[in-house]
């Protein structure tokens, strides 16, 4: 995902689920201009779903 910024590499820098279901919050960060925003990505658990539940 490129920076709205400047359309420099971003990475995650911390992530955690959204409320809704099947979605994620993302925090970023830019590479090169330090900007930082959140992104909320969905379908994640639509394509792999756990066989098993975790007590
Ligand atoms: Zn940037």
């Known amino acids: 995902m490129r920076c709205p910024a400047c359309g420099g590499e971003t990475r995650v820098v911390n992530s955690r689920p959204h409320p809704v ?23 994640i658990s639509e394509v792999t779903k756990p066989k098993t539940k975790k007590a």
């Open 21 to 43: 279901k099947n979605r994620i919050i993302r925090r970023r960060e830019c590479c090169s201009c330090q900007a930082r925003y959140t992104t909320a990505e969905g379908r």
